[in-house]
Each structure stands twice: as structure tokens, then as C-alpha cells.
């Protein structure tokens, strides 16, 4: 039986709600969000039912990033009286699966999480595990894992060391093949004259050297996923022969001419806009349309630099060295140092500050970074960075005091009812 967290201050929506679900689920409610997340942490339930104004505030959004941040696997059902758009907004920013009003019937509430779960059961408990807190990572993992549900190819761009091979492992473990192999294939190491016989495979004496029959990664991951990385590099005739097993789901071992089933899905990655090297005539045009139905995008370090303190408590876990912490001084060298080498770099780093630091706290000397080196912000290029965080977070907070009023909420901090639109849309948009 799954397992159903509910916190709300309302304990007749949790007496008649504990009614409706108990045949259903194991059910545990809490009245305020210190108990809530007490219940969460011990019984690690499948789905959280939370009220987004606990105590007349707005707690339930605070409850929810916590929950998120520390079990993203959860579902967050957020519930609430109030059907305001702004708020919904705010709780999918945060990491909310999904909405529901509490005078709606019951039944759409059961119906969304039967949904949830059920595309959530395709994820088996061992995934590779991964951080996600800012905006655009956590956009990119919903974009992945609407991706992993359906069967189309999948194109990833992304800096290197930004997890391109982290998300196509995702999107492989959340897909209904992740039973089967997921094989990676960096396309810079093969041969070109190599390429049909590393794809396809050979029969023995198929030509010299070839002593004994050999499967190719094509059967190797057949069921599975095929990861193409570095693919700028795959060579004019190995994108002639993927397109033929793309378009004919056939192909031959080098030396024979038994057909054999190409059943693999194929994510590809790659450091340049794919579009960009079909107009400069070094990509097939029509190979792109066949691979990029998703386009995703790992943003670099500089771009998510919420993810930064997360990631290295995260390595630090790791490493086993969860009892390390980065001093304050620390913690300022890392989110303003520009890594150029994006995640990958900040894992030696901190893989080799905790190994030398004696104690439990990581200092400076520790990092061996020099934050003059790294600096990569301009002094206004931070500011205007900051300003537009605080912008949004403080209008956020304003609007969900009245109620997503636009109108009083621009009274009330005052600024033009316009400005503040203005602001809405583009916040959408850049959503
Ligand atoms: N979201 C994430 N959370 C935690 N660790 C991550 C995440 N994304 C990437 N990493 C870690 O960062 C490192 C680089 O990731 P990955 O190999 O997927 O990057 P890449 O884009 O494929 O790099 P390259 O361009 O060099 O091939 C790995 O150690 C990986 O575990
Ligand atoms: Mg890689």
C-alpha cells in the first residue's frame, strides 16, 4: 500500500479527507509543517498532500522546497482554498506535480494521484541520483522526464561537465526501458573506418583482424537506449548509416546479410547547437529532424548557481564525507568563482578539499581556488542579478499576501499596477 503524508491546519479537511483515502493509502496527517516534515522524513511517503497556508501564511511553500530538496521522488500535491494563479506559479516553480482546490470533488484529488503514481512507477528506487534546485535545472529534469515517457529521440546540448550523460541516464532509468541497457558511445573514439563494425557488429573473418564474431553497440543495447555523446564528431558516413537504421529499424553485421531488428532509442549529445551544423553543411538536415524531437539543455554552473551549495553537500555525501562544511568565506569563493569546467570541476574540488582539510570545516586554503582567478561577474552584472532576485521573490511573497490581487499588491509596495504586470508576463515568459 502506498503511503500518504497530509499536512494542513484544517482538521476537517484532514478528519473527512483521512476518511475518503484510508481504504487507499497508509495515511498521516499533521496539522502544522514542523510535524509534517517529522512524518515525511520517518515513513518517506509516496505522496504529500500540502496546504500552501499553513498557520494563515504561507509555510506550505517553504514545507514544499524543503521536501523537494531533500526527496525530489515525492509527489507534492499542493492544495489550498484559493484558486490564484500566482500561487499555483510559485508552487510549480518550487516543485509542486501538481494543484488542487480544496472545494473541487475529492475524486479529481484521487485521480490526479493515481496519475502521478502511475507515471511515477516506472522509476525504479535505484536511480542515479542528482541535484536539482534552481529554476533551470529543475525545468530541464521535468523536460527530461516528460521526455523519458514517451519513445521519441532526444538531443542534449550542454557546456561540458554540465550532466548531459546525468540527464540521457535519467531520462533511460525513467522510461519504460530502463530495464534494458543503456549503452554510451562517445562518437570521437571510433574510427571511421571502424564505424559499421562498431555499430553493427562482425562476423567472424569479415575482414582482417576480425577473429571472431563481435555484437555491435546496436545490438549491445537492443531494448535499450543508445547514448551518441560528442556527436559533432560522428563522421559523414556514420550519420549516412544511423539515419538508415533510424529510418529502416534494420541492419546487417559487417560479413552478413541477416537482417537483424534495430530496437534501440537514441539520445544524442553534444557541445554545439545541432541546428547551427545543419546550416553550416556539417550535419545531415534530415538526420536532425529524426533525433531532435526533444531538445534539451544542461545549463552551466554560472547559470544555476542556487545548485552550487547543494551540489557540493551532495559530493560531500558522496564522498563520505558528510560531516564537512564549507566556512562562510568558503561558501562566497564557490558561488562567485566562474567554473569553467562546470560540475565536473567542482567535484575534484571538493573531492580534494575534503581530503584536505583535517577538520570538519572546509576553508579556503583547502578549495586551492583563487577567487581572483574565477571571479566572473562584473560588480553591476551581480547587482542587477541580485536586484532581480529579491525583485522576484519580494513581489512573489507580496502577491501571495493578497491573495495574487495584482492591483492591491502593487498598493501595497507600491509600484504601478502596470509595472507590476509587466513583470508578471515577463517572468512567465521567461519561465
Ligand atoms: N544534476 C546533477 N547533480 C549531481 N551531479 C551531477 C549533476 N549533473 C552532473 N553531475 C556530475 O557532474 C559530472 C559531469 O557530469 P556528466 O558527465 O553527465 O557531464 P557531461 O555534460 O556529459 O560532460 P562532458 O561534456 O565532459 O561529457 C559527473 O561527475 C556527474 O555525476
Ligand atoms: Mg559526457
Known sequence: MKTLVMIDDDSFFLEQYTDYFKSLYKVYTASDSGRGMALVKKYKPDVVLLDIRLKGDNEGLDTLREIKQTFPEIICIMVTNLDSHSIYMEALNRGADDFFIKSDNVDILQEKITCLLESHKRLPAAQTPFVAVSDKTRKLFKLAATASRSVSNVVIYGETGTGKEVVARFIHENSNRSDKPFVAVNCAAIQDGLFESAFFGHEKGSFTGAIKQHKGFLEEAHGGTLFLDELEDLSPRGQGALLRVIQEKTFERVGSTTSLTADVRFIVALKTDLRQLVDQG?????????????????????????????????????????????????????????WKGNLRELRNVIERAAHMAPGSMIHPQHLSLNASDGFSESYKEARERHLQEFREKYYSEALLRNNGNVSKTAEEIGVSRQTLQNFLAGLKSSK
Do not use: H
Not at 526533444?294 to 560531500?316: A, K, V
Open 282 to 338: 556539417r550535419f545531415r538536415e534530415d538526420l536532425y529532424y529524426r533525433l531532435a524531437v526533444f531538445t534539451l539543455q544542461t545549463p552551466p554552473l554560472r547559470e544555476r548557481r542556487e545548485d552550487i551549495l547543494p551540489l557540493i553537500r551532495f559530493y560531500l555525501k558522496e564522498l563520505n564525507a558528510g560531516n564537512k562544511q564549507l566556512s562562510k568565506s568558503s561558501e562566497n569563493i564557490v558561488l562567485s568563482y566562474a
